[in-house]
Each structure stands twice: as C-alpha cells, then as structure tokens.
C-alpha cells in the first residue's frame, strides 16, 4: 500500500466506499451481521469470527421508501436506514442485530425485520434504568443473543475466545481515546470532520483492521502540524447521532474546531472499557447498560446522595452529566453545541439540563434541530456563525 493511502486518507476512503471491504470479506466466506446503534455487543460477533458492520442513513439521499414501515414524524435518521435497507443498500449482510436503545429503534427493528429479508435477525431488549436486577436482565437478553448467533454460524461461542474479542475492542476504545487526545492540542491536530470519518471507517471493518488503521492515523496525526489552521473557539457537541462529517465539516467552516463531542459515532462508544469478569457476559452487561452515557438510559442519584439531589437540582445534573465536565476540562471547550435530529425525544427530553449543565461549568451552548438533510446545513451555519459571535 503506498503512503499516500494510509492513515487519514486511507480512512477518508474507506468512509466513502463503507461496504467495499466488508464485501470483499463476504467474497471471501466471512459472515458480515449488520449492526443499527451502539447497543449490540460487537464483541459477541467478534468472538464468532463475525465481521460487525454498522448501519447508517444518508442525509445525502433523498427519504423514498420508509413510508411503507414508518411514519412521516419519526426519526429521520432511522427513516433514512430503513430507507437504504429497502433499497438493497444492505444486501450484501449475512443478519442484523438490533436493540432497544430507544423507541424508534425498536420500532424501525421490527419493521426491518418484517421488509427486510437477512437470512438472520436478532433484536435485543436493553433495559432503560440501571440498577442490579437491570444488569441481570440484560445479561439473560445476551445468552439468548449468543444462543441464537451460535446456532446461525454453527459454532461455540467460548468463554475464552469472549474474553479476547472483549481485550481486543477495548484496545480499539483505548486507540480511539488516544486519537481523541490529539485534539487536545491548540489548534487540535485532526479536524473533528476528519474524526468522524475515521470512526466511521473503523465501524465498517474487522476489529483487528479498524485497529490497524487507527493505529496509522494516530502515528500520522502526532507527526503533523496541527491540522485545523483556523484554530478559533474549541466547541463540543452533544447529542443525538452525527453520521455525516459534513455536518461536522459546516460547524467548523463557520471558523472554530470540533474538539470533542458526547455523541453515537463519535466518543460515547469508546469512552470506557468493558470490565473483564469471570462469566464475560456479567462485563459486557454491565458496560452496555451502565458506561455508555447516552439519553436513553436512566442514570439514578447514587443512594447516599438521594436526600441532597432532593433539594438541590446540581447534585442531580452532577449525576446524570458529570462525565461532560472531564471532557469540557480535557479539552478546554469554550462553547459547546447541542444537536438533535427532529422526533429523537430522546435527546430532546435532555437538553434543558444538559444546557443547565453546561451553564453550571460556565460554557455557553446552542441548540438546534434539524430534520437530517444537506438543506438544514446553510441555515444551521448561519446559527453557528451567530454562536460564535456571541461567544468571542
Ligand atoms: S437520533 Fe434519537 S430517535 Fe433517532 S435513533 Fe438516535 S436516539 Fe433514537
């Protein structure tokens, strides 16, 4: 392979031909299970020698063919994955797993399963509060997931060959927060549009390659000068999912840089390993419920704080938001942009404190919505442009 093809431009690449490799593995005679969200346990399908391949929309495309399984105001992001998948976008997988990770998705899940015809598909319930018994139930939920896998690829999921594919995708969140903390520096040395496409480069190869080609970019970033030459205010996004690094690439056209961000293709799967238990599965069920901060779960005051986050409302923002604050300080954020697709209630119910949050660190915010089309963007800038101002 020649240098000009490594790293960032390798990634780059792979972003723009996502299916490319994954079918070249199928040619091959791997199995490729499709993946919506963050919630199925990739290191299952590892485990099994699957190759996980996440499913996306594309603002890009015009929505033409959701209407036959969900409706007008819904998601536009899931629309848009149904979309494709009606589409035959999504063909070329061997199965699908889907999870409960909010209601759209589980509603788009069983109307995927129904229009969609994957000679596998699996549907995992994730409880929504986090507590014991929540952690038992999720756990019952994976051995169904590793019975149902185990029966499809006509192999044995062992305890051991789990706990490597758990070391080996904890070595890819450790790689992507090392890739993280090159935006640490002033201006950072990749640009948060660049940051997504990586990551979705990563989210359609093999563990071990999406490693591979983590590792490239990150020796390639630390040799280069900073790549963000407009340095600017250094802002966070919060939110619901970013799939499209363009829209990452308009918010720092508009003369700041994407320094981090708290959202689903970007640090939220990462941030946290998953523990290393005797049964892998007691590991796994715990990170997937407790360590991802994303909205749809219910993060509860811990016991002994019950009676001050009664009567004061920091103490229960602190709960359910302090993981930004490590974030806001790593990487000096001066502003930070809160963002939804329109209909993800999820993220919508949130944004009230987590802008009280943010205020509470000192950090101006923004929000908006936008209906997950290129057309949203122009008017979107102009509101970034307007933020920027306000916060310089
Ligand atoms: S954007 Fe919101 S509604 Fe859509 S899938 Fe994500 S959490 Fe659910």
């Excluded at 699908?96 to 129904?114: I, L, N, P, Q």
């Excluded at 359609?204 to 970033?221: C, D, F």
Aim: glycine share 6%; with cysteine.
């Amino acid at each position: 392979m020649s240098e000009a093809k490594r790293g960032i431009l390798r990634a780059r690449e792979i972003c723009e031909n996502r299916a490319q490799r994954a079918q070249e593995l199928k040619a091959d005679g791997r199995t490729v299970m499709g993946y919506l969200c963050i919630y199925p346990p990739l290191e299952m399908l590892t485990a099994l020698d699957i190759v996980p391949y996440r499913v996306f929309g594309d603002m890009q495309t015009v929505i033409t063919e959701a209407d036959r399984g969900l409706p007008v105001a819904f998601c536009p992001f899931v629309r848009s994955c149904l979309d494709l998948g009606i589409k035959e976008e999504y063909s070329f997988l061997d199965g699908m797993v889907t999870s409960h990770a909010c209601d759209a998705m589980e509603k788009a899940a069983h109307v995927w399963e129904r229009l969609i015809g994957h000679p596998y598909f699996h549907f995992i319930e994730i409880p929504t509060k986090v507590t014991e018994r929540a952690e038992a139930v999720l756990k019952g939920e994976l051995q169904v997931f590793a019975q149902t896998l185990q029966t499809f690829v006509g192999r044995e999921m062992s305890q051991e060959s789990l706990k490597k594919a758990i070391t080996v995708h904890n070595e890819q969140r450790a790689l992507v927060r090392e890739l993280y903390e090159q935006r640490m520096s002033d201006p950072p040395r990749i640009s948060g549009g660049d940051t997504v496409r990586v990551l979705k480069a990563v989210m359609s190869l093999p563990v071990e390659e999406g490693n591979e080609l983590l590792r490239e970019v990150i020796t390639e970033v630390q040799s280069l000068q900073p790549a963000v030459d407009a340095g600017g205010p250094r802002l966070m996004i919060w939110g619901s999912i970013v799939d499209d690094p363009s829209f990452v690439d308009m918010i720092e056209g508009a003369g700041c840089s994407v320094v981090v961000d708290d959202t689903c293709v970007g640090s939220r799967a990462y941030w946290k390993d998953v523990p290393i238990t005797d049964d892998p599965l007691d590991g796994l069920a715990h990170h997937y419920l407790a360590d991802i901060r994303c909205s749809r779960t219910f993060f509860e005051v811990a016991e002994s704080d019950k009676e001050v986050a009664q009567k004061e409302r920091a103490s229960d923002l602190e709960s359910r938001f302090g993981y930004i604050r490590h974030m806001v300080e790593g990487w000096k954020v001066d502003g930070a942009i809160l963002q939804s697709v329109k209909y993800c209630d999820t993220h919508g119910f949130d944004v009230p404190d987590a802008i009280d949050y943010f205020k509470s660190l000192g950090i101006p915010s923004t929000y908006f919505e936008h209906d997950y089309t290129p057309g949203a963007l122009a008017p979107l800038r102009t509101r970034v442009q307007g933020f920027l101002e306000m916060i310089c």
